[in-house]
C-alpha cells in the first residue's frame, strides 16, 4: 500500500465518522443532514477511485466499485 492509500483510506475513515456524526444530529429526511451526507459520501467515491488497483484487488470483500456508484 502506497502512502497515498494509507491518506485516502485515512480520508475515508473520517468520511464516515463525520456521516455518523451528522445522523446523529438529524435524520437522513433533514435537508442540512442530507447534503452533508452526500457530499461525504462523494468524498468516499472520489477517494475510493483513486486508490491503487493492487490494494483493491487485495481486499476482494469489500464491494470497491459500489463505493463508487
Known amino acids: 500500500m502506497s ?34 451526507v452526500r457530499i461525504r459520501l462523494l468524498e468516499i467515491g472520489e477517494a475510493v477511485k483513486a486508490l491503487d488497483a493492487e490494494l483493491t484487488v487485495s481486499e476482494p470483500e469489500i464491494p470497491w466499485r459500489q463505493l463508487t456508484a
Not at 468520511?15 to 429526511?29: C, F, L, N, Q, Y
Open 3 to 36: 502512502r497515498h492509500d494509507g491518506d485516502r483510506l485515512d480520508d475515508i475513515t473520517a468520511a464516515i465518522h463525520a456521516i455518523r456524526t451528522h445522523t446523529e444530529r438529524g435524520p437522513v429526511s433533514d435537508a442540512l443532514v442530507r447534503d452533508a
